[in-house]
């Protein structure tokens, strides 16, 4: 079955500092990966995704993410925070051998860009 | 270019009632996915719907729960004799094609409240 860890329910980082915010997943054939950002009471928006190639992925807002297919990780990176950054994040998956639409997303983790 | 339309954006049911879920996706888009999101959870895949077609419905519940996405006109969720544990954020996501490699541009969301 299909899934996603995100292992932190929040990260703290000071402005301007570098972020990580992890996620590993789990599915059974070849992974098509994604991020989305979510501010509050709004809808999700799309930062960016690993489908093949690169594993270093550069997406929206200057963030970034990097494929780890040993460690089966796609954390996502920013060289500096701002406080603008701050908002729920969440890491989703599908598996590329199936026809199926649907997007398992992990629990979500809370970054927190302190001034 | 108008991003994914849901309406209402908040709605209000008395328990046994009706609730009614309304999702126009992106211009050109004619694939639709619905999300439920409980508070303080990450996002559920509920069904995954092309034009009058039901592609993917393994998240919705067996009752009480209906979608549909007529030719023309926006995608419905309906959720008949709503109970407590409906209140949840719902949101609509599409996509311009259904492969898994295509990222899915997610609605504002209805906010779902049962009295």
């Known amino acids: 079955a299909q899934s996603v860890a995100q292992p932190e329910d929040q990260v703290n980082v000071a402005e301007g500092n570098p972020l990580t915010v992890k996620c590993t997943y789990s599915?059974?054939?070849?992974?098509?990966l994604f991020w989305y950002v979510q501010y509050p009471n709004r809808g999700l928006q799309f930062l960016l995704k690993?489908?093949?190639?690169?594993?270093l992925v550069k997406g929206s807002y200057g963030f970034e993410a990097e494929f780890n297919k040993s460690q089966t990780s796609f954390h996502l990176k920013k060289p500096s925070a701002l406080v603008s950054d701050s908002a729920l994040y969440f890491c989703?998956?599908?598996?590329?051998?199936?026809?199926?639409?649907?997007?398992?997303f992990g629990q979500g983790t809370t970054l927190q860009v302190k001034p | 270019n108008a991003g994914v339309m849901q309406n209402p954006r908040h709605l209000v049911r008395r328990r046994g009632q009706e609730a009614r879920l309304r999702c126009s996706p992106m211009k050109g888009h004619s694939h639709v996915y619905w999300y439920r999101q409980l508070p303080e959870e990450g996002l559920k895949f509920m069904v995954y719907?092309?034009?009058?077609?039901?592609?993917?419905e393994s998240g919705m519940p067996k009752e009480r729960f209906s979608a549909e996405f007529p030719k023309e006109g926006p995608s419905i969720l309906r959720i008949q004799q709503v109970v407590r544990g409906d209140s949840a954020a719902y949101f609509c996501a599409s996509s311009p094609v259904g492969g898994p490699s295509y990222e899915q541009y997610f609605g504002p969301g209805t906010r779902l409240t049962v009295t």
């Open positions: 989703a998956v599908r598996d590329g051998t199936g026809n199926t639409g649907k997007l398992i």
């Open positions: 719907l092309q034009k009058e077609n039901i592609i993917d």
């Open positions: 599915v059974s054939g070849n992974p098509y």
């Open positions: 690993y489908i093949t190639g690169d594993n």
